[in-house]
């Protein structure tokens, strides 16, 4: 409920920003690159099509338990973090300043993701009995 | 069958393989090298593949009462650290059962699990199609598209599947489970595809009690098969006829 | 008969009580978001019992829903003019209820968020997907059969709609009570009878809500019900709770006799504490029992009032009858091994307690509220106060008495 009208502002919000963004008047995100390395796809194609590729690669992963890729690289979550992670927090997320949030807080898109996926690199988690 | 002809199929098979490296990095020997054999890496881009059905088979004799190393196991493994305040609401992916025969007074210690049903009534009832089964058999929970509705936990003749009543932080990042979803044993899917066992199984034979064997139901070749073909062993709710994955020896 | 315009008294009596549903439907849907952001931890739903209060307000507005159209079902598949002018509250009171049921289901899922998943990925061996289809559906059926019978160039469809509509609500009850019927590993739910009873009971609370509806739209308009129809829609009443009697009986006798369901009888029964008390105490006692004496005792049912006790009491043996069933029939352990003692950290082989919250318990009325809020501004807007003409029925009461 709450994520679906986030959702709709977030749609509202991206479509006064690229309007604002044609006028010439916000300034961009900064997005940071901290670690050294090339890209599972070239920074444009990344720009558009992250959230495509995810997801894809996400219902192979999940549903057909495609690991990898065969060529290249695939569009594995774990794999971004393990690049893009902030050398200070370890993560990829909680700041602007963050890799992902960088653009999403600019154009107010609200992931899930962090819900369940872990957002910092080289994270290990405890375990207790329950 | 005998242990000698076992022995020397499996150093045939396992030198033919080459994937020796694995199980000797971690004694007691045999067994794993077995086990390299069992469960080949599957090459990166490729999908599991329905030639393969993974099954375990729990030997209830060799299972102790009140030994919990394979539910510790699971949780370490799969993140399950939350702190809940009703213990009915938590999460328990594998948990110990001890069951007495009312006649006989006979008793037994096992673990229960998603049994990984072929037919999985909770993959007929889930409406969005999250719940479901992989080509190898290893039936789970596409947190992507589940919406929470809990009807397969309604379904589930073992009351398998647990419910995230609170948001969750601190997972594994191999295995993400949070807030508002249905999740169950996942047979560890994401050590089975690097090569490696359940965590259940590999603490189970690491600390020497050897109750719990992983591998491939339709390879005739494989320990499991074999062991299954040896001695008699039974489905749980064998009636639903759900031709469950997890096979126990002993009950 | 006509109505007279609505007097300023009464227009802002009309905007209290609006304002008294939004106010419940508010507050519903702060509870569906608080437990959205909190998780279901702050409710009484456990993994042991997963369904709780919210489907049981869910189930009742649904089946009710469907049961509720009886009456216009009569009016135009049967040919019965009292009820024809019926029709269209009935249809009415079909879509709110239907709306409210549904608002409670999705507000409780445990990712309400993803509404547009539930709407897009179908899995056709679920009966819980096919049911989404029963529902949309219905909205759809009971909307054009409304429309062909207040259009005057549309009554002559009114016929073949009002049987479109019979024959889908038929399906959607099956529907919903095979959404517990193909839970076959639970002793509970695992019966054939349960189609059927669903059916029956959607008839039965469906006329009683609809009962309720009708005395209260004619107290406010102050004017009394004929007491011809009263006599008979009472009657009717009064054959529905007897026939679910029936059904219910029928399945505890074959789970009985036949499925030797015997553990798990005895502990609805007689030892599961709570869930004997309200089988006994309130679907039997209050709802059917009482019910049947105010309808059918010659001095008692002549009362003013003693019909609308009546519905009210079968509404409450409704709730107190799918609480038993759904909660009562998570409670009782799942037998994972027959004729075996069970224990683990799970809570294997143990009864299980539950104890609703605060929140879902308001999210259960806030589905109530909405079918309430839907009921009233339909009414007011559209008028679709009963008007019996009555010289046809004192024609009519003459010739019968």
């Avoid at chain 3, 019965?80 to 079909?94: I, Q």
């Avoid at chain 3, 445990?110 to 709407?119: C, H, N, P, Q, T």
Wanted: with cysteine; hydrophobic share 45%.
């Amino acid at each position: 409920m709450l994520r679906t009208l986030l959702h709709l502002i977030a749609a509202a919000a991206l479509a006064a920003a690229s309007l604002a963004a044609q006028a010439g008047g916000v300034p961009k995100p900064v997005v940071k690159i901290e670690n050294p390395g090339k890209c599972i796809a070239p920074a444009d194609e990344m720009r558009r099509n992250h959230m495509e590729m995810l997801k894809h690669q996400r219902d192979l992963t999940l549903r057909e338990g495609v690991r990898g890729a065969a060529a290249g690289k695939a569009a594995s979550l774990n794999g971004c973090i393990e690049c893009h992670a902030s050398k200070q927090t370890g993560s990829v997320t909680g700041g602007k300043e963050s890799f992902c949030e960088s653009c999403h807080s600019y154009a107010a898109v609200k992931l899930d993701c962090w819900d369940c996926h872990q957002p910092k690199a080289g994270y290990k988690a405890t375990g207790a009995k329950p | 069958m005998s242990h000698n002809k076992r022995r020397s199929f499996l150093v045939a098979s396992a030198a033919g393989l080459g994937t020796v490296a694995l199980g000797v990095a971690v004694a007691p020997g045999i067994r794993l090298i077995e086990v390299s054999h069992a469960n080949p890496v599957r090459p990166a881009g490729q999908p599991a593949s329905s030639a393969v059905r993974w099954g375990m088979l729990v030997d209830t004799t060799r299972c102790a009462t009140g030994c919990d190393d394979c539910v510790k196991a699971c949780a370490a493994e799969n993140g399950i650290n939350e702190t809940v305040a009703d213990k009915r609401q938590g999460a328990q992916w594998i948990r110990k059962i001890d069951i007495k025969e009312a006649k006989t007074g006979r008793q037994h210690s096992l673990p229960m699990m998603c049994q990984h049903c072929a037919n999985p009534p909770c993959v007929d009832v889930c409406p969005t199609g999250a719940s479901m089964k992989r080509a190898d058999g290893i039936v789970l929970v596409d947190r992507h598209v589940c919406i929470g509705c809990r009807y397969c936990m309604m379904a589930c003749p073992y009351k398998a599947r647990s419910f995230v009543h609170q948001p969750l932080s601190g997972q594994n990042p191999e295995v993400p489970r949070g807030l508002g979803c249905v999740e169950s044993c996942t047979l560890c899917v994401h050590r089975v595809d690097k090569g490696q066992q359940p965590a259940c199984v590999e603490s189970c034979t690491t600390a020497g009690h050897n109750a719990l064997l992983f591998g491939d139901l339709n390879d005739p070749n494989s320990e499991i098969s074999r062991r299954a073909a040896a001695a008699a062993t039974s489905q749980i709710r064998a009636d639903l006829k759900l031709n469950t994955g997890v096979r126990y020896q002993g009950i | 008969m006509q109505l007279a315009p609505f007097s300023r008294a009464e227009e802002q009596r009309f905007y209290l009580v609006a304002a008294m549903g939004g106010l419940v439907t508010a507050v519903g849907l702060l509870a569906a978001l608080y437990m959205e952001h909190a998780g279901h931890v702050v409710t009484g739903m456990t993994n042991q019992v997963v369904w709780g209060m919210p489907h049981v307000f869910a189930i009742f507005l649904i089946v009710a829903a469907s049961g509720v159209l009886n009456v216009a079902s009569i009016g135009s598949v049967f040919g019965k003019k009292v009820y024809k002018k019926r029709a269209p509250l009935s249809g009415l009171l079909c879509l709110a209820m239907l709306t409210g049921g549904l608002f409670v289901l999705m507000l409780d899922l445990g990712r309400a968020d993803r509404l547009i998943i539930a709407a897009t990925h179908y899995n056709f061996t679920s009966v819980f997907a096919w049911n989404v289809f029963l529902y949309s559906g219905m909205f759809a059926i009971v909307a054009v059969y409304m429309w062909t019978l207040m259009e005057r160039r549309m009554n002559g469809y009114s016929k073949p709609a009002g049987f479109a509509a019979f024959i889908w609500r038929l399906i959607l009850t099956t529907g919903t009570g095979s959404i517990f019927g193909f839970l076959v590993a639970r002793q509970a739910y695992n019966s054939a009878v349960l189609a059927p009873m669903f059916i029956i009971m959607s008839f039965a609370w469906g006329l009683a809500v609809f009962m309720i509806v009708q005395k209260t739209m004619f107290w406010w308009n102050s004017i009394e019900l004929h007491p011809s129809v009263r006599t008979r829609m009472k009657n009717l009443l009064g054959v529905f709770v007897a026939a679910v009697l029936y059904f219910v009986i029928a399945y505890h006798m074959t789970n009985l006799y036949f499925a030797k369901q015997i553990a798990f009888e005895r502990f609805i029964l007689l030892d599961g504490g709570i869930f004997p008390l309200l089988l006994w105490g309130g679907y039997l006692l209050l709802g059917t029992v009482a019910p049947l004496i105010l309808i059918y005792h010659p001095g008692l049912s002549a009362r003013r009032g003693s019909v609308m006790l009546a519905s009210l009491l079968v509404v409450l043996g409704a709730f107190c009858q799918l609480y038993v069933f759904i909660i009562g029939g998570q409670a009782f352990p799942l037998e994972i091994f027959p004729g075996m003692e069970v224990s683990s950290s799970f809570y294997d082989g143990q009864v299980e307690h539950y104890a609703p919250s605060l929140p879902e318990i308001l999210l259960g009325f806030g589905g109530i509220a909405i079918a309430f809020l839907i009921t009233a501004v339909g009414v007011r807007v559209l008028h679709f106060l009963p008007q019996d003409d009555l010289s046809q029925l004192e024609a009519a009461a003459s010739i019968s008495d």
